[in-house]
């Protein structure tokens, strides 16, 4: 235990044993007839504003679009980095649990081969499944993704930050291999496909990470096969390199990060024209968020917009790290023009995509999930997603803050990449409905809000409770079950 959060730990442990704990659940509705497909794109650092529908400055019509024929989330939230939120949505547990909670530099990391994904959990239901783009879940054979319930895929095992390391006149020297992309077939090992570097930056997404997209959802609704296709697409992150055809081609978009946008809504209507072309958009399920917050610091501000809230990637917890875009689209099941303030959050994915699959039955029960399943209020069939609360950890493994409903509990902060996390003598807490940018901690403005540590530090004791039983597993580490 974080001796930063002992006394707080305790302090839960005694609120908890006060009252009974109870979790509300979604409504249970019975599966769809027909198993959809499933198209998850996951793009990389886009801020909560950065598409026109959320109020971003560049225009985003397609994406407009299918937020508009579906729900948009305007209160979904991931994780703190790159690895630990796609650890989130894969596998439908706090990443801490599964010892993906950050980004690792020349060390073990990943998934264990023990941990059970949305793609295991699918292909085990009948689907075919790929992934296209980035994986930065475990580079080694056993831990990339045709080990972990993938079909086939072809991407980068670790991060596009590597396509600069060979521009480095000193590279060679340094004795490391050049980053390559990979790619590789289920039960097969995985091998090198072509070098990583600032040369297929710029057209990755072009030339190979949408059209093998393309090509698979054309080829298993040809065989009448469901498929869940996830794609992993490179921007926004660095080094960002723009494509030659969206470089200053047009009058609506004035630099970089503008044209990078609107490449990738060019790119996303290109997967939704592929899915309407092979007859088969009324049973396929789309869905479309970001695994983190804008991240300028890390873009030499060169663009990234977090919308009304405070921070970006770099300022933990701040809303503005880990609330961001998210939508969901099905025609002829998911209501279309709802935009909702429903809290849903990266570790949902799991049962939800299970249950709109018919496959709940699949969920495992041998550890602890802390997904909800949220197809009920996909579905049209509940009034609420079923989560009103959220736990959220740094990247030390820490507890950082916990959001319940409007209001939120801050522990620990990061003013930046370069500054310490920073830990204030009593608790901040913030009504995000009056004061999204979290500038007025009411523990310093009001001081009638103590009944507010009820709530949040009752979730903080299911989580230690938790812990009892099932420990949580170390990086790196060969897990083979409780």
């Given at each position: ?33 027909a ?8 793009v ?10 959320y ?7 397609r ?11 305007n ?21 801490v ?14 998934l ?28 080694v054979?056993?831990?990339?993704p ?13 991060s ?11 590279f ?12 590789g ?10 070098p990583?570097?600032l ?49 200053r ?46 991240a300028?610091?890390l ?19 701040f ?6 875009a ?21 570790v ?28 009920g ?16 950890f740094?990247?030390?493994?820490g507890?950082m ?64 409770r938790s ?5 949580n597993i170390?990086?790196g ?6």
């Amino acid at each position: 235990m974080k001796s930063t959060n002992k006394n707080v730990f305790l302090l839960a442990l005694m609120v908890v044993g006060l009252t009974q704990v109870s979790t509300a659940q979604a409504a249970q509705p019975s599966p769809p007839p027909a198993k959809p497909n499933i198209v998850f794109i996951l793009v990389d650092n886009v801020g909560w504003g950065d598409f026109s529908i959320y109020g971003g400055t560049t225009p985003t019509p397609r994406i407009d679009k299918l937020a508009g024929e579906g729900i948009r989330f305007n209160n979904y939230n991931v994780e703190g980095q790159c690895t630990p939120s796609r650890s989130a949505i894969l596998t439908g547990r706090y990443a801490v649990r599964s010892g993906t909670y950050k980004v690792t530099f020349g060390l073990p990391y990943g998934l264990a081969p023990w941990e059970y994904t949305v793609a295991n959990l699918l292909s085990d239901a009948g689907y075919a499944t790929a992934l296209y783009g980035k994986w930065h879940l475990g580079d080694v054979q056993g831990r990339l993704p045709s080990d972990k319930g993938f079909d086939e895929w072809w991407g980068i095992p670790n991060s596009w930050d590597e396509a600069g390391y060979a521009s480095y006149p000193l590279f060679k020297e340094s004795g490391m291999k050049p980053p390559m992309i990979w790619e590789g077939k289920k039960r097969q090992a995985s091998t090198p496909a072509m070098p990583l570097d600032l040369a297929v930056r710029g057209v990755v997404d072009e030339k190979y990470i949408i059209p093998k997209t393309i090509d698979f959802i054309k080829r298993n609704a040809a065989a009448k096969k469901p498929f869940f296709v996830y794609v992993g697409y490179s921007e926004m992150h660095p080094p960002i390199v723009v494509n030659p055809g969206f470089d200053r081609k047009s009058e609506q978009r004035g630099g970089v990060y503008s044209d990078l946008i609107g490449e990738m809504d060019f790119r996303v209507g290109q997967i939704l024209d592929a899915i309407k072309e092979a007859g088969i958009e009324g049973n396929t399920l789309v869905v479309l968020t970001s695994d983190n917050g804008a991240a300028p610091s890390l873009l030499v501000s060169q663009g990234g917009s977090s919308g009304p809230w405070r921070g970006d990637f770099m300022t933990p917890p701040f809303e503005g790290s880990y609330r961001t875009a998210g939508m969901v689209r099905w025609p002829g099941k998911v209501p279309a023009g709802v935009v909702t303030q429903e809290m849903l959050a990266a570790v949902d994915w799991l049962p939800t995509l299970a249950s709109i699959a018919g496959a709940s039955n699949l969920v495992p029960k041998d550890r602890p999930i802390d997904g909800i399943d949220a197809s009920g209020f996909m579905l049209g069939k509940s009034q609420t997603t079923g989560r009103d609360s959220y736990v959220f950890f740094g990247n030390d493994g820490g507890l950082m803050s916990v959001k319940w409903k409007m209001y939120k509990m801050i522990l620990r902060y990061s003013k930046g990449l370069e500054d310490p996390i920073v830990t204030p003598q009593f608790p901040m807490f913030y009504d995000l409905s009056s004061d999204p940018h979290e500038d007025f901690n009411l523990f310093a403005t009001k001081l009638d809000n103590g009944w507010m540590l009820f709530p949040v530090l009752r979730e903080i004791g299911k989580y230690e409770r938790s812990l009892k039983e099932y420990p949580n597993i170390k990086p790196g580490e060969d897990f083979k079950g409780y």
